[in-house]
């Protein structure tokens, strides 16, 4: 199963009625056929599942992908709890173009993104 490149970005918010391109995440992970993140093959290939956080007037932070448990994160520096980002039922989403997800940021809170695009 190849791995799949899918950028998250903003959606609509009182701040930003529009969504935002400019605030969002590229991460890599294992998709099956339908969209959802194949979680044995992400424990094959998990060095390879990368995470970049662009937020326009922020520092780019990178990270990876982690499932520890029953839940997915993005994870941040080298501490086991450091900077982690929990998402919102991550095992159920597809990650399709058009579908959303949310995520609890570093900052508290919980933000709901479109998955702009998969390749």
Known sequence: MPLKKI???LARTPEHPEGSAEHGYEFVAPLSADGH??????RRTRE?????????GED???????HRGT???FHYGEE??????????????TFNAG???????HDGEQRTFRVASVR
Do not use: K, N, Q
């Open 48 to 56: 390879r599942c990368t995470v970049h956080r662009f937020w326009r």
């Open 7 to 9: 950028r998250l970005e």
């Open 71 to 73: 839940r997915w994160f």
């Open 80 to 93: 086991e709890d450091e900077a982690d980002e929990p998402i919102f039922r991550f095992d159920r989403h």
């Open 60 to 66: 780019a932070m990178d990270g990876r992908l982690a």
């Open 99 to 105: 579908d959303y997800v949310s995520i609890t940021e």
């Open 37 to 42: 993140i194949d979680l044995e093959e992400w």
